[in-house]
């Protein structure tokens, strides 16, 4: 499908990650070529009654050290997680920020979470119910709620334009990307910062999590035949994302241009993936794209070793890429830095943008045996050299909220 | 039928659109129209219930929950351990 030629172009000019695997992109990116796995025993909270007690847990995070400014040293871990993001993701685009005067009502500042800060309310409620404290720390409510991780962000920058959060579980993030790459490429902004954020690893989250008996107790294996759920992770992934002559302009290097945005909803069941639903939001964003299936070199899957959703991404691409999908490299590394839930699809497109820049495909790991219902190439176990033009991130959340990004190489 | 499977019947029934009276301990949970999400109510409604831990988990099919049968063993075989570790205890 043909796009209009005077479209504006929307391009990447800085990203930013923390993870379980590393905090920083070049930290992230070399523990996924080697295959290391984050995800261990829960060292956050104490795991007595529960029976889960591993997760992708970010170490070592030290606000001071990784937050620009004082505002972040009172922000719930989530925010924080946004904030050391956003700083890497700046820093790389050279913008001169805080932005002035016009300039700022030209940006646009949307960091969403899946949930926001959760635990700074269980920390609440367990003053209030348990110890029968008479108040909440003051700040509670500004630490809670979804939408603080943007405006702690906006402040930062000096972002005036539209600043908010957004809220679709495990694909919050690409749905926050997305409505970034549509507000420049529509006019309304010259440039972003979109992803987002979650830390939501506490005990009472984990116990809710335990009860929907989805997590598995040992690791999260996508695709494999020995697969028995997903692991919980936290993390944050943002972006600059900037109009493409605005970026030419004041000499930017340029890693990725971001060329396809599908999202679709299920309408269908809150926990039971339709092929339909997802299918077809691959399908807008190839549209969108104006791409072909072959065009896809490696997809960064949703990929969360549960039952269905893994055997559902799979009858999914095979529907939309037909024969091409035997020529794809497809890969989850939530097997190495678990699910960030909202942030997922956030730190997953920092892989998708480091895959195209160095022609290496992230792997899957602990693939020991495959799944006859699961018959791609999913990198087991090893990264791969191959060339990567194009990339798509796939995220599927909950409730059957389905978003997908298309990244490309900087514009010749 | 004991108190233990009539019990789980009702909890059972509870979770179904349209409870059927013709519930066996011979009936397959697939024939009961319960769906996962479903499954994870019924399963944290018996450890309510009986105040015990049931280790189910939706991406294994578990023989434990072939039948309304099956699930009354596994629930009266988890009283009785934690009852002899109790004792034990």
Known sequence: ?412 | MDDVATKIIDILKKNMKEPSDSIALDTPLTDLDIESLDLAVIVFDIEDTFGIEIPYNANEEVEDFATVGSVVDKVKSIMAESKSSGAAA
């Open chain 1, 1 to 412: 499908m043909a796009q209009p030629k005077d479209r504006r172009r929307v391009v990447v000019t800085g990203q930013g990650v923390v993870s379980s695997v590393g905090i920083g992109q070049d930290a992230f990116w070399s523990a996924l070529k080697k295959g290391e796995c984050g995800i261990g025993e829960v060292t956050l909270f104490p795991t007595e009654e529960l029976y889960i007690t591993i997760a992708g847990e970010v170490k070592d995070f030290d606000p001071k050290e990784r937050c620009q400014s004082k505002q972040f040293m009172l922000a719930d871990r989530y925010s924080q997680f946004a904030g050391c993001a956003a700083g890497e993701a700046v820093k790389q685009s050279g913008l001169e920020m805080p932005l002035q005067g016009e300039k700022g009502y030209r940006a646009a500042c949307i960091i969403g979470s899946g949930i926001g800060g959760v635990s700074t309310m269980e920390l609440s409620y367990k003053m209030l119910f348990e110890e029968k404290k008479r108040a909440t720390h003051p700040l509670t409510l500004l630490k809670t709620i979804g939408s603080s991780a943007a405006a702690h962000v906006s402040i930062e920058y000096g972002i005036t334009g539209p600043c908010f959060g957004v809220v679709s579980a495990c694909s919050t993030a690409p749905h926050s990307i997305g409505l970034v790459y549509r507000m420049i490429r529509e006019g309304l902004c010259d440039l972003g910062i979109g992803g987002a954020s979650e830390a939501s690893l506490n005990w009472g989250t984990t116990r809710a999590w335990q009860a929907m008996r989805v997590l598995s107790p040992d690791g999260l294996f996508p695709f494999a035949k020995g697969r028995n759920g997903t692991v919980l992770g936290e993390g944050s992934g943002v972006f600059v994302l900037e109009e493409y002559e605005h970026a030419k302009e004041r000499g930017a290097t340029i890693l990725a241009e971001l060329v396809g945005y599908g999202m679709t909803s299920d309408a269908a069941d809150m926990v039971n993936p339709s092929i339909d639903g997802a299918s077809s939001a691959m399908q807008i964003a190839l549209d969108d794209a104006g791409l072909s299936p072959g065009d896809i070199d490696y997809i960064n899957a949703h990929g969360t070793a549960t039952t269905v959703n893994d055997i559902n991404e799979t009858r999914a691409i095979r529907r939309v890429f037909g024969n091409a999908a035997n020529n794809l490299s497809i890969s989850s590394t939530k097997s190495m830095h678990g699910h960030c839930l909202g942030a997922g699809g956030g730190v997953e497109a920092v892989a998708a943008i480091k895959a195209i820049e160095e022609n290496i495909v992230p792997p899957t790991m602990g693939f020991n045996e495959p799944d006859p219902e699961c018959d791609l190439d999913y990198t087991p176990n090893e990264a791969r050299e191959r060339e990567v033009t194009y990339v798509m991130s796939n995220s599927f959340a909950f409730g059957g909220l389905n978003a997908v990004l298309i990244f490309g190489p900087p514009p010749a």
